[in-house]
């Protein structure tokens, strides 16, 4: 995308990309209306107010159940990213916002959804050329991670695994639940002394063969 902002955020993600965590996204049942993988479908930035971000999601959500768009928006997201942080001496995992300010939307875009989306509240606005919505380009979707990654591997409840991406890198752990559809399992890892499970994509991990 054109603009200053957007290329600004774009370098942010990869850049917290290098450094830390992939982008981790809240994960959506695709299957919920048939117009998600349109060719039409695409992706968005919206901007919002500072410390508004869930607010305006929260708020775009009851606009999307108000007006019967659930075959125009899709996905709403905030992104965020899995860091380790040290207070106090003691270690833990913690989310926290990888681009603070920002929503990013998955939709079905056309003119007559400018004002339901700009006039929500919380939102100032779409991130584009001169405020006009731009769509993100494949580079930028793959950058953020936006869509599911699908791996050929077979991951099942029980498996031993190493974490190769991501802040926990080369840990290992137990696979508690998996969940296909959106290609990511919760895993049972050892850190800071103590077990804790943990959402990952199918991506990050590695099947440990005895």
Known sequence: ??????????????????????????????????????????????????????????????????????????????????????????????SRKVMPCYLLVKMIYGDDMWHNITRTRGITGFVGPKGRPLALTEDEIRKMRLEVIRTDINIQVGDKVEVIDGPLMNMLGTVLTVDEVNSRAKVNVEMFGRETPVDLDFSQLKVVKD
């Open 1 to 94: 995308m054109d603009e200053k902002e957007l290329e600004q955020v774009s370098e942010q993600v990869e850049a917290n990309n290098e450094e830390s965590a992939p982008v981790a996204v809240e994960a959506k049942d695709k299957s919920v209306s048939p117009f998600r993988d349109s060719p039409d479908s695409k992706w968005y930035v919206l901007h919002t107010f500072s410390g508004y971000e869930n607010v305006a999601k929260e708020n775009l959500e009851t606009v999307v159940e108000k007006f019967n768009l659930q075959d125009r928006i899709f996905d709403i997201i905030i992104p965020m990213e899995d860091v380790i942080e040290e207070k106090n001496g003691k270690k833990k995992l913690v």
